[in-house]
């Protein structure tokens, strides 16, 4: 097996020894098309089959050469401009007003079962969420058997109110192991019912977490529960691909008994910290290059924060196959919103109900950020000129675009339709028309 050297990235592994290949015959070609759509766009990321665009001196007539970027989610270079980019337009919508990151995990045994039904039921854990909060906040009545006397004398006091929600799909754990739970950033208050006022919530009490947990595990389980009524849901059969029935009443009956935790961080006075973590990995890979320490003789090395020994550093390695396996499970699914708005922020209602809170904090709406261009990118990145010409300092403008029958564009730059078009690649006008007049 190849040991690799050099900077170690999640192309290089797929790409080393025919390692994609491999896991596909080794999966008996049973692959997600979201996972061939995505590895196909991320490998070709940057090559002649994506093509580029050409900028020309006028001065000495130098072509300097820009490939164009795929723009997966499975990509790392790519996924790490998209997530800046979102973050900042994200960031400017939000109300100057505290915020609370909750965070609502599942037993493993649910998990299971949404990995094999990931289209049906990752709906099913937005909107549980969702209906477990605002059924506190709003001042619903609570169905009998549901008692908390601390909650229910502070409800006495406390004014009902429709706070603002982003809410985060997260389906892996520090090791990259399936783990579905979710981040939600919410707003410490929010507007009265009447919308005529700003409702501000306790600063060291938003929800009891024991009833918010049975609220989101009761709104779980039905919903679970109607899928398995309108869908069938189905097990996979360890090592086949064949499908077997399940008891849902024994399986629900078993992690009602359970109880599901839930996560109420600190008051945050600026959630733009909470928010970068919560988005984080959601336009780029699980795990970060930085993290893959050693790949060499088929397996591969990473570290990871250890919860479990207090947060300390440990280290896994894993065959490359499985590794990769980790890696596909966890690519969601075409036109999947791993991101969700409710309360507030929903969509249906965001322009009606922030600019009423506004007007009652007096608060200005932010300046919504222009996406980047890739020249303010490279300025930003420390490159001052990035179009200047780097034999004689002019100006460089745009000259052509080449975009189409990759086999040719590849021997412009002497190189495979797979191989990626190095940076800083700099050739002459006479040498790009020669190879286009023999294309």
Same mark, same amino acid.
């Given at each position: 097996?190849?040991?690799?050297?050099?900077?170690?990235?999640?192309?290089?592994?797929?790409?080393?020894?025919?390692?994609?290949?491999?896991?596909?015959?080794?999966?008996?070609?049973?692959?997600?098309?979201?996972?061939?759509?995505?590895?196909? /766009?991320?490998?070709?990321?940057?090559?002649?089959?994506?093509?580029?665009?050409?900028?020309?001196?006028?001065?000495?007539?130098?072509?300097?050469?820009? $490939?164009? #970027?795929?723009?997966?989610?499975?990509?790392? #270079?790519?996924?790490?401009?998209?997530?800046?980019?979102?973050?900042?337009?994200?960031?400017?919508?939000?109300?100057?007003? $505290?915020?609370?990151?909750?965070?609502?995990?599942?037993?493993?045994?649910?998990?299971?079962?949404?990995?094999?039904?990931?289209?049906?039921?990752?709906?099913?854990?937005?909107?549980?969420?969702?209906?477990?909060?605002?059924?506190?906040?709003?001042?619903?009545?609570?169905?009998?058997?549901?008692?908390?006397?601390?909650?229910?004398?502070?409800?006495?006091?406390?004014?009902?109110?429709?706070?603002?929600?982003?809410?985060?799909?997260?389906?892996?754990?520090?090791?990259?192991?399936?783990?579905?739970?979710?981040?939600?950033?919410?707003?410490?208050?929010?507007?009265?019912?009447?919308?005529?006022?700003?409702?501000?919530?306790?600063?060291?009490?938003?929800?009891?977490?024991?009833?918010?947990?049975?609220?989101?595990?009761?709104?779980?389980?039905?919903?679970?529960?109607?899928?398995?009524?309108?869908?069938?849901?189905?097990?996979?059969?360890?090592?086949?691909?064949?499908?077997?029935?399940?008891?849902?009443?024994?399986?629900?009956?078993?992690?009602?008994?359970?109880?599901?935790?839930?996560?109420?961080?600190?008051?945050?006075?600026?959630?733009?910290?909470?928010?970068?973590?919560?988005?984080?990995?959601?336009?780029?890979?699980?795990?970060?290059?930085?993290?893959?320490?050693?790949?060499?003789?088929?397996?591969?090395?990473?570290?990871?924060?250890?919860?479990?020994?207090?947060?300390?550093?440990?280290?896994?390695?894993? $065959?490359?196959?499985?590794?990769?396996?980790?890696?596909?499970?966890?690519?969601?699914?075409?036109?999947?919103?791993?991101?969700?708005?409710?309360?507030?922020?929903?969509?249906?209602?965001?322009?009606?109900?922030?600019?009423?809170?506004?007007?009652?904090?007096?608060?200005?709406?932010?300046?919504?950020?222009?996406?980047?261009?890739?020249?303010?990118?490279?300025?930003?990145?420390?490159?001052?000129?990035?179009?200047?010409?780097? /034999?004689?300092?002019?100006?460089?403008?745009?000259?052509?675009?080449?975009?189409?029958?990759?086999?040719?564009?590849?021997?412009?730059?002497?190189?495979?339709?797979?191989?990626?078009?190095?940076?800083?690649?700099?050739?002459?006008?006479?040498?790009?028309?020669?190879?286009?007049?023999?294309?």
């Amino acid at each position: 097996m190849a040991h690799w050297k050099g900077s170690i990235t999640i192309a290089n592994i797929l790409r080393t020894s025919n390692n994609w290949k491999r896991y596909i015959a080794w999966k008996c070609g049973h692959v997600r098309s979201a996972v061939f759509y995505h590895v196909a /766009r991320m490998l070709a990321c940057r090559t002649p089959q994506l093509g580029a665009h050409l900028f020309l001196c006028s001065n000495c007539h130098t072509v300097m050469v820009v $490939p164009h #970027s795929c723009k997966s989610v499975f990509c790392s #270079s790519c996924g790490k401009v998209r997530t800046d980019q979102w973050c900042r337009q994200l960031l400017s919508d939000m109300l100057d007003v $505290p915020y609370r990151h909750l965070v609502f995990t599942l037993p493993w045994e649910l998990r299971l079962l949404i990995q094999d039904n990931r289209k049906l039921l990752l709906d099913v854990l937005f909107r549980a969420a969702a209906d477990a909060i605002l059924s506190l906040t709003n001042a619903a009545p609570l169905p009998k058997g549901r008692k908390s006397l601390k909650w229910i004398n502070g409800r006495k006091r406390l004014k009902p109110y429709l706070p603002g929600m982003i809410m985060v799909l997260h389906t892996f754990g520090s090791d990259i192991k399936w783990n579905p739970h979710l981040h939600v950033i919410i707003t410490a208050g929010g507007l009265s019912l009447d919308h005529q006022r700003w409702v501000s919530a306790p600063k060291r009490y938003l929800v009891p977490a024991p009833l918010l947990g049975t609220e989101w595990k009761l709104n779980v389980i039905a919903g679970v529960r109607k899928a398995h009524t309108d869908h069938n849901l189905f097990r996979r059969r360890l090592r086949k691909d064949r499908r077997r029935r399940i008891n849902i009443d024994k399986l629900l009956g078993h992690i009602r008994k359970k109880r599901w935790h839930i996560l109420i961080g600190p008051s945050l006075r600026c959630a733009d910290k909470a928010v970068r973590y919560a988005c984080r990995y959601t336009k780029r890979p699980v795990i970060a290059e930085g993290r893959i320490v050693k790949f060499e003789r088929g397996y591969v090395t990473f570290h990871f924060k250890d919860y479990h020994k207090g947060g300390a550093r440990s280290f896994k390695k894993l $065959p490359v196959l499985v590794f990769i396996d980790r890696l596909v499970q966890h690519l969601p699914e075409k036109k999947f919103r791993q991101v969700r708005h409710y309360g507030l922020f929903s969509n249906a209602k965001r322009t009606e109900y922030l600019s009423k809170a506004r007007q009652i904090l007096a608060q200005r709406k932010k300046r919504r950020p222009t996406p980047m261009t890739w020249e303010k990118r490279r300025k930003a990145a420390g490159n001052r000129k990035p179009l200047s010409c780097p /034999r004689c300092g002019h100006l460089m403008e745009f000259w052509c675009l080449l975009f189409g029958r990759h086999k040719y564009i590849a021997q412009i730059f002497g190189i495979k339709p797979n191989e990626r078009i190095q940076p800083k690649t700099y050739l002459t006008r006479e040498e790009v028309l020669s190879q286009v007049l023999l294309a």
